[in-house]
């Protein structure tokens, strides 16, 4: 057994070494001398006609050899190839493949936001400008030539829908320059204005903020700005009650500029300078909290999504493009309808959206198997549905499901049986299926909290009517045209209506109970199984903790306590294994509890949580280590922690439970006492990072994912996952004294799966890299 240990994405232009790491082949000891043997190293590049081509004159001898990747290169795949050339029990020269390895090299030219300036070019003094006149931002950078830079310039004390409101992009020149102009004017708040207008002699911040992608870099660079002219400068005296009386009162305003490394949508960092004036008081008349008044940010949801079964939702497609589009939005309404009022209100709003579409998934779509239409859909139950079900629902892969095919179903869905009924929607004819004007398509789901069915849309379209006045918003028809409601404003803008039509600001005053997000569940989705209702709970949970610490003095959250214990998923994100080890056809039981559950012969003990080799291992409560070992047994490499916040994790039990996979064998339990002692097992690790007696709480990082098997050698599998164990007693084979892990873990099953999930598990079965680590 030999693998090819080095870096997959190697940086050009820098050298990496790859070497051969044998292990003993059956059959051989190491005790006995082996023959000389040579190593042959061939370098092939990945052609988009012929596949792999040799590259010539790179052949490479020996157990490590180094490789220089070019920056041409850079995103094309190379395999290496290491051959064993030997003599064999008849003394003849032979050479055979022993391992292979994929790199793909990265740029070793990083994307950079230098320096980020903002400054008057029509001043003399380049720091010096009139309140009335326009600022010019500039980012120096390198590396981006062609690349589009986004400016934002805001004042400090804005509301995000103002802050972020009014973007300029422009692009990197030849000499990696970006440059933008703002109207000071333009980006001032109305009650800014009219301080200004009304004072003689004020102080303003004003900020500049350049993102490119993932990389920020900071540089500060107050530039003072005011309209108030020079002593020796005459001035005629204006009138009264003009435009131009009110701008040429003294007033200034500081302005810098500003950039940072972090992520993308990281709280955009300040830069301060300093002021002369008490910042504006912060006034409600409504009787709202006013730290809840405070606009969220697209890392404040992904702050709390973190703590959910989803994950972040900063770093990958659609999350990062969906989200920034509408956020600004999503405050103004928030505030507008008084689902700001108080942690409680935004907790469950922002809960029920998340479960709903993670922020990002308003647009429905139909991509289903057989078996889950035909448990989603009551249309679908029939024995005429269920027929409909096997043809249009994919077997294996999603792709299968063409765009006719979501038509289709989506009719079938909403506009045939009591269903349409329901939600208004006119009954489909068979021979019409394919019909995208039919109700059932055209209602579709949209909106952060998928509006569905004429009803919803007509109602939608009354209340839009009502409200579009105020809200300064063009008339449009959302019944001839549903397709609106992607429309950023409409995104958030629906959701709200939904909302505030079922009177949930009034139930969600009760706090964030379980029975208050019960109730609050049962108005959205009544229809809805009780574990995915129980999901809702902890999204709202985990919102509520996130609102908690950024509106600290909310005097309307003191009613919720905050749990004595942490909890913390074994795995972020926690989901099944769509595949089996072998990775040739998708059976997401195998990684369940059972028997039989592996077709119908071999015992599974615990739950096989999909994990890419490296990824993280968590606490899930604090604990104590009493076991960190390599194991002589298929578990490899393996930590046990005994439970001591026994009470957090009680208090996560699901009773009752519901098998997925009953039909599979499944069971919740084998003699084991929900009322006992805990210990959690994490088996098949890469590496440990605790040891024995350590204590540790929610959250540590204990080790990383692999696939280490008997005496910790890494065994190959197309479903690199995290082996995961609950039970009451220290060591145990079989199934006796065990539960069950999905009985306490909220995890994703092949139903909940997202697209980018299921991408992630589709390149770790394809991609040899993952097998075996």
């Known amino acids: 057994m030999n693998i090819i240990k080095g870096n997959p994405s190697p940086k050009a232009e820098e050298k990496n070494f790859y070497e051969i790491s044998s292990m003993f082949e059956f059959g051989t000891s190491p005790f006995v001398k082996q023959p000389v043997e040579k190593y042959i190293w061939t370098l092939f590049k990945k052609d988009k006609t012929l596949g792999w081509k040799q590259v010539s004159n790179n052949i490479k001898y020996g157990e490590k050899v180094p490789y220089t990747f070019g920056e041409k290169v850079v995103g094309i795949p190379y395999k290496i190839e290491v051959h064993k050339e030997g003599k064999n029990l008849l003394n003849v020269t032979e050479k055979k493949l022993i391992a292979d390895l994929i790199v793909t090299p990265k740029s070793f030219k990083e994307p950079v936001i230098g320096r980020v300036i903002l400054l008057n070019r029509g001043n003399a003094n380049i720091n010096k400008a009139k309140f009335n006149e326009s600022l010019s931002a500039e980012a120096r950078t390198s590396n981006l030539f062609g690349k589009e830079i986004t400016f934002y310039l805001w004042e400090e004390g804005a509301s995000e829908s103002e802050k972020y409101k009014k973007p300029k992009t422009a692009r990197v020149d030849k000499n990696g320059i970006a440059k933008v102009q703002f109207s000071l004017m333009d980006y001032a708040t109305q009650p800014t204005i009219i301080d200004f207008f009304s004072s003689s002699k004020s102080t303003k911040k004003f900020f500049v903020t350049a993102i490119y992608g993932m990389k920020e870099v900071t540089n500060r660079g107050a530039v003072e700005v005011s309209n108030e002219k020079s002593p020796s400068q005459q001035t005629s005296k204006p009138s009264e009650g003009t435009v131009t009386s009110l701008v040429r009162k003294s007033a200034e305003i500081i302005a810098e500029g500003l950039g940072n490394i972090s992520d993308y949508f990281s709280e955009k960092a300040k830069t301060l300078a300093s002021v002369n004036k008490t910042e504006l008081e912060q006034r409600d008349n409504k009787g709202n909290c006013i730290p809840c008044q405070i606009g969220l940010t697209v890392q404040d949801l992904d702050k709390f999504m973190k703590a959910t079964p989803h994950g972040s939702i900063l770093n990958t497609a659609p999350f990062n493009t969906r989200i920034p589009a509408y956020i600004s939005y999503l405050n103004q309404y928030m505030i507008e309808f008084e689902i700001n009022k108080n942690c409680y209100r935004r907790a469950n709003f922002l809960g029920q959206v998340a479960k709903e579409t993670k922020f990002w998934s308003y647009k429905e779509d139909f991509v289903y198997n057989s078996s889950v239409l035909k448990s989603k859909f009551s249309s679908f139950k029939t024995e005429q549905g269920g027929r409909h079900a096997d043809s249009w629902g994919y077997l294996k892969n999603k792709s299968e499901v063409t765009k006719e095919r979501e038509i289709k179903i989506a009719n079938w869905a909403y506009s045939r049986g009591s269903k349409a009924v329901d939600l208004g929607n006119k009954i489909c004819p068979e021979n019409d299926l394919t019909n995208p004007e039919q109700d059932g398509y055209k209602y579709r789901g949209r909106g952060l909290i998928q509006l569905t069915g004429r009803n919803n849309y007509t109602n939608f379209q009354s209340w839009f009517n009502d409200n579009r006045t105020k809200l300064k918003l063009p008339d449009v028809d959302f019944i001839s045209n549903p397709d609106l409601v992607f429309e950023p ?50 999204y709202v949970r985990s919102a509520h903790s996130m609102l908690s610490e950024k509106a600290k003095d909310c005097p309307l959250k003191t009613n919720y306590k905050t749990p004595s214990g942490k909890w913390h998923d074994p795995v972020d994100n926690p989901q099944l294994c769509l595949y089996s080890q072998g990775g040739g056809s998708k059976k997401p039981w195998h990684g369940s509890f059972g028997p039989t559950i592996r077709d119908g012969v071999s015992v599974h003990t615990g739950m096989d949580l999909f994990a890419k080799p490296g990824t993280n291992v968590y606490a899930c409560v604090k604990g104590q280590v009493v076991r960190s070992e390599i194991n002589t047994s298929m578990f490899g490499e393996m930590i046990v922690i005994k439970v001591i916040d026994d009470k957090t994790i009680k208090a996560r039990r699901k009773n009752p439970f519901t098998l997925k996979y009953a039909h599979k064998s499944e069971i919740e339990s084998q003699n084991f006492d929900h009322d006992g002692t805990f210990y959690l097992v994490y088996a098949h690790l890469k590496e440990r990072r605790v040891a024995i007696d350590d204590i540790v709480d929610a959250g540590k990082v204990i080790g990383l994912t692999g696939t280490s098997g008997n005496r910790g050698v890494p065994f190959s599998t197309k479903n690199p996952h995290l082996h995961f164990e609950i039970m009451n007693v220290e060591r145990q084979a079989g199934l006796n004294n065990k539960c069950n892990p999905g009985v306490y873990l909220t995890y994703k099953d092949e139903d909940d799966l997202t697209a980018t999930d299921i991408a992630q598990q589709e390149e770790a079965r394809t991609t040899p890299k993952f097998w075996k680590q």
């Open 489 to 538: 404003q409409y995104i958030v803008l629906s959701a709200i209506y939904f909302w505030i039509k079922n009177g949930l600001n009034d139930i969600a005053d009760a706090g964030v109970s379980k029975e208050t997000v019960q109730k609050i569940s049962d108005k959205i989705n009544s229809g809805e199984k009780q574990v995915k209702k129980d999901m809702r709970y902890d």
